[in-house]
């Protein structure tokens, strides 16, 4: 049996529930429907942690994050610890890496062996982040990523036609000759958003602004009190109706764009054997953005 192609898809804090395939009736998600009507849908996933870095390490090294030592976002990955893109080059690919992937510390690679565009933040724990101008803080967990919502351009949606526009270009070019050469490619394709600020250009703002319902999962009564300490720290216990709708109208129309850049198709011939993404790791957010918790 020959190897397929792999294109590995990994965006962040897409919620599984915000895709027409998985009954959003509301968002346009064309081009992931229909992967997921042409291939297999995941119904019963979940991400190992409700944070970035471990998460993602997780992901890599197929370990949960006692087990690969990772548990904040600036825990460092061992080098020594094998992930599956090592096994992919046992395999005889030669794995390649475009876009974000929040690895920590000097090892950038993790068994990829090349790597396009980086990540949007430093790689090492303790430098302090870019900053972001008059969205300082909007990607953040708190108030302000709400109340600075709606209709703009934040850098995380350019980033990504950035990566998408690298990732077109080497699929075309190295994937290409790849195949050309009787070999298969792995590329994986790492996007920013869905993640804050929530902000969306104006034409997607619009379409779903008004549109998208209420959560339909209130504060629980029985809520945990790490939650509900959460909320105050960050400021988002009481969020108006008004906030709350036009966050959530700037999330959706964010999941629609990034979703569109799955149609930028390259020139030459295109293998989509394999499309995985992230799940949302916002764990305080759950209410807002009509979340189901982690589990337990």
């Avoid at 790490?226 to 709350?244: K, L, N, Q, Y």
Wanted: with cysteine; glycine share 8%; net charge negative.
């Amino acid at each position: 049996m020959n190897k397929p192609n792999v294109l590995f898809i990994f965006s962040d804090q897409h919620a599984q529930k915000v895709a027409g395939c998985y009954g959003d009736d509301v968002v346009r998600t064309p081009n992931i429907d229909r992967l997921a009507q042409e291939g297999v849908r995941f119904d019963n996933a979940y991400c190992p942690s409700p944070i970035c870095t471990p998460s993602r390490m997780s992901m890599l090294t197929a370990r949960w994050p006692h087990r690969q030592e990772c548990w904040t976002n600036d825990d460092m990955l061992r080098s020594d610890v094998p992930t599956w893109l090592h096994r992919a080059g046992e395999a005889g690919y030669r794995p390649a890496l475009i876009g974000r992937m929040h690895s920590i510390g000097p090892d950038q690679l993790h068994g990829y062996a090349e790597r396009g565009i980086g990540d949007h933040t430093p790689n090492f724990a303790g430098i302090a982040r870019f900053p972001m101008g008059v969205l300082e803080g909007t990607n953040e967990p708190d108030s302000v990523s709400l109340t600075q919502s709606g209709a703009g351009m934040a850098i995380y949606q350019r980033k990504d036609q950035d990566v998408v526009d690298a990732a077109a270009a080497w699929l075309r070019d190295k994937g290409a000759a790849r195949n050309a050469a009787g070999q298969q490619f792995c590329l994986t394709v790492g996007l920013m958003t869905p993640h804050a600020p929530y902000l969306v250009d104006r034409e997607a703002f619009d379409h779903y602004h008004g549109q998208v319902p209420p959560p339909r999962l209130d504060v629980p009564q029985d809520e945990h009190d790490w939650h509900r300490w959460w909320r105050h720290d960050r400021g988002i216990g009481e969020v108006s109706d008004a906030v709350r709708d036009r966050a959530r109208a700037a999330y959706w129309g964010l999941v629609q764009r990034v979703r569109e850049l799955a149609d930028h198709r390259p020139t030459t011939k295109r293998d989509w054997d394999e499309a995985v993404r992230d799940t949302p790791e916002a764990l305080g957010f759950y209410h807002w953005l009509s979340l189901s918790p982690p589990p337990s």
